[in-house]
């Protein structure tokens, strides 16, 4: 069975009074959790051992980091490196969230590499995809996301797959209060599991939970969770509320 899991990306947000506020909120009213129903809170890189420590001894709820940089060490001023956050208590690493990508230009070849340095540092990768306004209104979107996973995730050998959640995050749905319907949801998340199945084999591709993100919130999760390929989301805005992010949460644990 695969993991079902709920992510906050807090992107660039809070101080760290807010941070730890904000998880203890959230560790308190958290509901039961399993071994497939993940928590990841992916607080901004200063505030990862505050998080770290307030999840400390938690079961089944986990730090989790925004970026890392494709080299393991070195001049490389500003950067954070993947074996800084293995040992900072970080589980999950984002990586290609279409901001880092539109905004600081990552290529697929970087992020393939990040990819890599992440597994090997033993930790998850939460790989980001999803096409801008124009590619769906061009109705080329399945053509899109096909290319980013293929140039920066599918080079891993079916045996790193279980170390690997992606998220479909449609920009034209990020942060603008516009969700992707359930039918838009679904039909990329089956054709992303499809992507999977012809590279990996059906079975790997059955495994890998796949996050839907975008404009995620209390009220509509239910119904995006209840999708057939839909396993969870990658939230933020709604992150960065206890209550809100809870009640996500919840319906992840209903679903
Ligand atoms: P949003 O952001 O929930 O604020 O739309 C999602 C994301 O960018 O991960």
Redesign the pocket.
């Known amino acids: 069975m695969r993991k079902k899991i709920v992510a906050g990306?807090w992107?660039m947000n809070l101080t760290m009074q807010e941070g730890a506020a904000l998880v203890a909120g959230i560790v308190d009213g958290l509901p039961v959790l399993s071994d497939n129903k993940h928590v990841v809170i992916a607080s901004p890189f200063v505030h990862i051992t505050q998080t770290a420590k307030q999840l400390e001894g938690k079961e089944y709820i986990y730090t989790g980091a925004q970026n890392c940089y494709q080299e393991s060490a070195g001049a490389y001023t500003g950067e954070v490196s993947a074996s800084m956050l293995k040992s900072a208590g970080v589980a999950y690493v984002?990586l290609g969230?279409?901001?880092r990508r539109q905004y600081f230009g990552e290529t697929s070849e970087q992020l393939a590499a990040r990819v890599h340095l992440v597994l090997n540092n033993g930790m998850k990768v939460i790989f980001?995809c999803g096409e801008p306004l124009e590619i769906r209104d061009a109705g080329t979107e399945n053509a899109w996301v096909e290319t980013q996973l293929r140039e920066g995730l599918f080079h891993l050998p079916a045996s790193q797959m279980e170390h690997v959640v992606i998220?479909y995050?449609p920009i034209w749905?990020?942060?603008?209060?516009r969700t992707a319907s359930t039918e838009q949801a679904q039909q990329m998340h089956a054709h992303i599991r499809a992507v999977m199945a012809d590279v990996y084999g059906a079975d790997v591709a059955a495994t890998v939970p796949i996050l839907y993100?975008?404009?995620?919130?209390p009220s509509n999760a239910a119904e995006l969770f209840a999708c057939a390929d839909v396993d969870g989301?990658?939230?933020?805005?709604?992150?960065l509320k206890a209550e809100d992010f809870l009640g996500i949460v919840q319906a992840m644990v209903d679903a």
Do not use: V
């Open positions: 990306n992107k984002i969230h279409s901001e980001c998220a995050e749905a990020i942060g603008t209060g993100g975008g404009s995620c919130k989301g990658l939230i933020g805005g709604a992150a």
